[in-house]
């Protein structure tokens, strides 16, 4: 759209009072020096020019599907100043090796797998061969392309325009994770197995080229970024020694099924052993998950991952079930109506709709300052995720919200 219309505001929107921005409103462009207002009004009212008036597609010429021959290390430089890399040196994506991670899909390699977006644009369609060159270069084997694809046709990429320095993270379930040996036990979320890697490292290449994201400055733009986003949360749910449901039955997966679930936020950090598990006085498990995740922002949800032990000594305690669990952090997990009128996410994203009459953030808002209310919006936003060796009990939590699963089955 080359005669797209814009007018900028100064950033960042976060951590500024409702009179600071309206300040910024009121003031001048950045860009230009003029009136934000006035340029607005002006964007929105003055008749278009011919140019502006087209319609369709631009044209650009296609891409062409080889690449002429050169030196390995020539052709690395080639894929890095391009752009189409993490900045590690990749598996270069030949024909022949292209041909065999085509071996692990049934699909054919013209299919339409799905569109992602790395941002607030449209969303770039791709094939089955395309996203089998990415996983080529992200070193993944023919049977991890399976899940690769169903990540894929997710839709979802993992590095995306916000200015918040978002996390992603993708948990597998089902017979998948023993047939290509993914990692679930000892150092779980190490890095410690291939296809736990490679099949994270495969989303991030594929969110830069298949997606346009990734592109710092331009089409990513949070402010600090995230280490996670160099192959993401990969999380093999050790089925085997929990003594609850995985996530995908939660689901309502079956049990034999294979599939992966999504979950977006912003980030991770180890549990602190703060309740409990002194000289006479049991571990009070429940009550450590609470006190970390009463930290999190409520609009990202709280993703828990624990080591067996925790979970197995959790059912002890009367949590025969991980809904029962969740059930207790959501009712627990509260804060003050002023408390959370006072966060940027708030501001931003809960008043506009607490305004339009959207519940439940039209009843808080109308809750004097004083009462409590549940600091996360549904139950689901909480999940519960076993994983771990059990050399020790501890847990990881994620300001992470579930966001949506899809069967690897059929993309075998």
């Keep these: 759209m080359p005669g797209e219309r814009f007018t900028f505001v100064p950033h960042p929107v976060f951590g500024k009072t409702a009179q600071e921005m309206r300040r910024d409103i009121e003031g001048n462009d950045p860009v230009t020096g003029k009136p934000v207002m006035q340029e607005i009004i002006g964007a929105l009212t003055k008749p278009l020019i011919d140019e502006e008036k087209k319609t369709g597609f631009l044209k ?88 690769i694809l169903a990540l894929a046709a997710n839709g979802q990429a993992s590095l995306y325009s916000s200015t918040n320095s978002f996390v992603y993270s993708v948990v597998v379930n089902g017979p998948i994770r023993d047939q290509i040996k993914m990692h679930y036990g000892v150092g779980a979320l190490g890095p410690f197995s291939q296809a736990n890697a490679t099949i994270g490292r495969a989303w991030t290449i594929m969110s830069r080229n298949l997606a346009g994201g990734g592109i710092a400055g331009e089409t990513y733009l949070g402010s600090t970024g995230n280490n996670l986003n160099y192959n993401n949360l990969v999380i093999a749910e050790n089925e085997a020694d929990s003594p609850w449901n995985p996530l995908s039955v939660q689901l309502g997966y079956r049990p034999e099924e294979s599939v992966i679930s999504i979950f977006t936020g912003l980030g991770i950090v180890p549990g602190q052993v703060a309740k409990g598990g002194g000289i006479s006085v049991k571990p009070r498990y429940d009550e450590q998950f609470l006190s970390v995740i009463n930290n999190f922002t409520g609009m990202f949800g709280a993703t828990i991952v624990c080591d067996p032990l925790i979970a197995n000594a959790l059912k002890e ?21 002023g408390d959370y009128k006072d966060e940027s996410f708030v501001l931003t994203f809960d008043l506009p709709r607490a305004q339009k009459g959207v519940e439940p953030f039209a009843s808080w808002f109308k809750q004097p300052d004083g009462a409590l209310i549940p600091r996360f919006i549904r139950k689901q936003d909480i999940a519960i995720i076993v994983a771990g060796g059990q050399t020790q009990a501890r847990f990881q939590a994620g300001n992470l919200r579930y966001a949506s699963s899809i069967s690897v089955d059929k993309w075998r």
Excluded at 65 to 85: C, E, K, V, W, Y
Excluded at 98 to 123: I, N, Y
Excluded at 317 to 337: F, M, P, R
């Design 317 to 337: 305690q009367g949590y025969d079930n991980k809904e029962k669990l969740i059930d207790w952090l959501y009712t627990k997990a509260v804060h003050s109506v």
């Design 60 to 147: 650009h010429p296609p891409n062409p599907r080889l690449l002429p021959p050169d030196t390995a290390d020539r052709l690395q430089q080639n894929f890095i100043d391009s752009g189409m890399t993490d900045y590690i040196p990749v598996v270069l994506p030949t024909e022949a090796k292209v041909a065999a991670m085509l071996k692990g899909t049934s699909h054919s390699p013209d299919e339409v797998v799905g569109k992602m977006a790395g941002g607030a644009f449209d969303p770039w369609e791709y094939t089955v061969e395309q996203v089998a060159v990415n996983a080529v270069m992200a070193g993944a084997k023919p049977e991890y392309f399976p899940v």
